[in-house]
């Protein structure tokens, strides 16, 4: 299913893709595999079409507030320290301002499932520790696929997988 931007859509937010990728080139691929599996689930869920456009937008952008990070904690090679995990947890947060900054007519409803794509659904996550079905549903399937792709793909966290697999 084709989505058709409105007019005012139409350029409101590649340019913030753009602007993330030329930070990491990994991120490209993974916001267009996480985009794609995405909306797989959202359509199997039964979301509405306003609903999945919600989230293909969402699913491109979760991780623009990465934009926000400095370079040398974002492509830091070992294990971060507490407070350079706090930075990077920061990221939904600095996404969903940049979201709610822009001329989308539905950056209400995409800001929130950035904000909230790193909750867990027993408390645990961030920003705000919601649990359970407080989470938005489409940032519970964004939080799936993303992390999905990442253990899939990403070589920091396929070697994490690949040691824990051989337990």
Avoid at 10 to 18: C, K, Q, R, V
Avoid at 20 to 46: N, S, W
Wanted: aromatic letters at 4%; proline letters at 4%; hydrophobic letters at 40%.
């Amino acid at each position: 299913m084709a989505f058709a931007l409105a007019p005012d859509q139409e350029n409101a937010y590649p340019s913030l893709i753009t602007a993330l990728c030329a930070r990491d080139a990994y991120t490209r691929g993974h916001c267009d595999r996480v985009c794609a599996l995405a909306l797989e689930v959202g359509r199997a869920a039964d979301l509405s079409a306003p609903s999945l456009d919600d989230l293909r937008i969402a699913s491109q952008l979760h991780d623009v507030g990465k934009i926000g990070v400095r370079d040398t904690v974002l492509s830091k090679p070992g294990k971060l320290t507490p407070d350079e995990r706090e930075e990077i947890k920061a990221h939904s947060v600095i996404g969903e301002r940049i979201i709610s900054e822009t001329f989308l007519t539905n950056r209400d409803e995409v800001a929130s499932i950035v904000r909230h794509h790193h909750e867990a659904f027993d408390g645990s996550g961030y920003p705000d520790g919601l649990a359970g079905a407080d989470i938005p549903l489409s940032s519970r399937i964004l939080s799936i696929i993303d992390a999905y792709d990442a253990l899939t793909t990403s070589k920091r966290h396929t070697a994490w997988l690949n040691r824990t697999l051989k337990l």
